[in-house]
């Protein structure tokens, strides 16, 4: 038994003693007579997508349901890197900057709505028909390849009151697509488009955030990415090339609830909750806390105070007067000053109700206010414009007409 081992033993070191002498003849051999490998055959083996390539492609995928995928089509390729066309001099306050209202609810279908039926049921919500919270067709990666470059973004706890994710009203948008993932798809495509600068508005959407919610949101918009993405600036709207590749901060919420340096150390321009006057055509408000002169001048008026069943030409008509009126206010007052308007509204307490997609584009007899406004946006400066189901390709910079 034993001298069968031993017999064993060395066969098996007699053949791994000819295994490594054959490689190293081959090896004598290439070199002798200089021939390469394939470098695509040394690679194979120990190359392919980075982890952090592979990492990016998890969160993107988790963001889609909410981001969306970048469009490659040829007549967004202008539009996609619009700013590019502007000196870096150009000071944001001088320029047209279009938006979208409610953008996480591209994607807000009745299907959609089913499939979520019981996770909102889970939470008490029980929203009302899909088209009353549906502001938007074109998904937010879409829309800044199309020229928008300033967000409306609505968060909240999910469910289970472990991530932030996105909401209009009671109506839960997606239950895998988080404030932080949707983040990184911003990043990834401001990588892409270093010439351009995005302004994100975030707003809590429920009522009576507790110190959780605050602390979950200011710990995203703190992270380590985000203070490479964020302009860091707090009150102050620079110009454009301090903002290109990088997004400024709307916070339409407050950090009251944290001890005081949470607020002192987090960017952008703060427009509190409680100061912010509901369903108004004319708020304004100011934003920088070193300068009590600076102010921006707002028309959030979505829900006009027109009768009941006057039909929908009235609420529309009523909506255009407003909007037009702080439009028209950027043209003619405060010229260094921040102007932002809401082209969105709804009525949906009406019987029947009217959609905000109904007051955006109309009932195919009465035009919507977007139509209104077509025509009329390319003679005027008009600052921050936040559009409903908008549809817009081309851009222009307030800068344009001095």
Known sequence: ML????????????????GISFFLCILWILNYFSIDLPS?????????PSLTSLTLQ????????????????PSEL???????????????????????????????TQVLQDELKYSS???????????????????????????MRVFDLRYAWDITRTSLVFWHGDALQSETATVADVLFGFYHWLDLHPSEAVILSFQHEHK???????????????????????????GTLGNLGEARGKITLFRRFDLDLLPDEYEESIPGLHFSPKKWT???????????????????????????????????????????????????????????????????????????????????????????????????????KWGLCWWTFGRRKRVWSRSSWG
């Open 121 to 147: 049921k889970l939470g008490g919500f029980s929203p009302s028909n899909s088209e009353n919270y549906r502001c938007q067709t074109k998904s937010i990666a879409g829309s800044l390849g199309a020229g």
């Open 78 to 108: 202008s539009t996609a890197t619009w700013m590019k066309a502007y000196p870096d001099s150009t000071r944001l306050v001088h320029m047209n900057l279009p938006g979208t209202h409610d953008s996480a609810t591209w994607n807000y």
């Open 278 to 380: 509901v369903n108004s055509p004319n708020i304004k408000l100011p934003y920088n806390p070193l300068d009590p002169t600076e102010f921006a001048y707002i028309q959030d008026y979505y829900h006009p105070t027109t009768p009941l069943q006057s039909g929908l030409s009235v609420p529309i008509a009523s909506k255009y007067k407003a909007l037009t009126a702080n439009l028209l206010r950027a043209t003619t007052t405060h010229p260094d000053e921040l102007f932002w308007s809401f082209a969105s509204s709804t009525k949906t307490d009406d019987e029947p109700p009217i959609t905000p997609r109904m007051m955006a584009s109309g009932d195919g007899k009465t035009g919507g206010v977007n139509a209104g406004l077509k025509g009329w946006l390319k003679t005027v």
């Open 208 to 234: 009576n955030p507790d110190a959780g919610t605050q602390m979950a949101l200011f710990e995203i918009l703190t992270s380590p990415a985000a203070k490479k993405y964020l302009v860091q600036a707090r």
């Open 58 to 73: 998890k969160v993107l995928q988790d963001a889609h349901p909410i981001f969306g995928t970048s469009s490659s089509k």
């Open 3 to 18: 001298s069968f081992s031993l017999s064993r033993s060395r066969d098996a070191l007699l053949s791994l003693a000819l």
């Open 40 to 48: 695509t055959y040394l690679a194979s083996s120990i190359q392919g």
